[in-house]
């Protein structure tokens, strides 16, 4: 497609729900980020995948959550034993190169 | 580690007011600088992205930033803005370090409201 396309955009999960959020990123791109937007926050660093390689997960806020790109395209972030605090939008981007990232709609995720 | 700082949280104009937005980051190495703008309703877009040479850079719809490095400033400017430039506006920075993912670190944002 012509962008990031990340699904689904919305998701309501109980606390102690397992979920998982899907990103595909632009065709060609080697780069795949994570990002978690808290309410009235820019986005921040989860982690990072160059092709099928994660080299960078220092921003993964426990080990609860998981990613990964196991084809070097989509990938998907998993949270595993949801919290309340895990009530955020988890952003997904994509570069050619690691310079300009292209941003996908995010994915609005409730832990009610 | 890096850090950005957008000190303005809410800004309201009116149409035709000329527009600064304040950006300061951080960090002694050597970065690239970028602003972000979320229209409502829309996912982030790049605005302008500044990489080297000419600290004075064009992005679209007539917004410029000005790096200066002695300041470790990026600040956003419009000389003229419209009620469609409400948006939230993020200021980001990612280091050219050997070895750095490049991930974006990005300031808190500002949201501007354009008054017709």
């Given at each position: 497609?012509?962008?990031?396309?990340?699904?689904?955009?919305?998701?309501?999960?109980?606390?102690?729900?397992?979920?998982?959020?899907?990103c595909d990123p632009i065709s060609g791109h080697v780069s795949l980020f994570w990002y978690q937007q808290a309410l009235g926050?820019?986005?921040?660093?989860l982690t990072y995948f160059q092709n099928e390689a994660q080299l960078d997960k220092s921003g993964l806020p426990s080990d609860r959550f998981f990613a990964e790109r196991p084809e070097g395209s989509v990938s998907t972030l998993k949270i595993q034993r949801?919290?309340?605090?895990?009530?955020?939008?988890?952003?997904?981007?994509s570069s050619r190169g690691g310079d300009e990232q292209f941003f996908g709609p995010g994915t609005r995720l409730t832990v009610l | 580690a890096q850090s950005v700082s957008q000190h303005n949280h809410h800004v309201i104009l009116s149409e035709a007011a000329s527009l600064e937005l304040g950006c300061n980051y951080s960090y002694g190495g050597t970065v690239n600088l970028f602003?972000?703008?979320?229209?409502?309703?829309?996912?982030?877009?790049?605005?302008?992205?500044?990489?080297?040479?000419?600290?004075?850079?064009?992005?679209?719809?007539?917004?410029?930033?000005?790096?200066?490095?002695?300041?470790?400033?990026?600040?956003?400017?419009?000389?003229?803005?419209?009620?469609?430039?409400?948006?939230?506006?993020?200021?980001?920075?990612n280091s050219?370090?050997?070895?750095?993912?490049?991930?974006?670190?990005?300031?808190?944002?500002?949201?501007?409201?354009?008054?017709?």
């Open positions: 497609g012509a962008g990031v396309s990340q699904s689904p955009r919305y998701k309501v999960a109980k606390r102690g729900q397992d979920v998982a959020l899907r926050q820019g986005p921040e660093f949801t919290q309340q605090e895990d009530s955020a939008v988890y952003l997904c981007a | 602003w972000y703008v979320q229209y409502p309703g829309q996912h982030l877009q790049l605005l302008l992205k500044y990489f080297s040479g000419d600290p004075l850079v064009k992005g679209i719809k007539g917004f410029e930033a000005e790096f200066i490095k002695s300041k470790f400033s990026f600040n956003l400017r419009k000389p003229s803005v419209q009620w469609s430039d409400t948006a939230e506006y993020f200021c980001a920075v050219l370090s050997s070895g750095s993912a490049r991930q974006l670190t990005f300031g808190s944002g500002t949201q501007l409201t354009v008054l017709p």
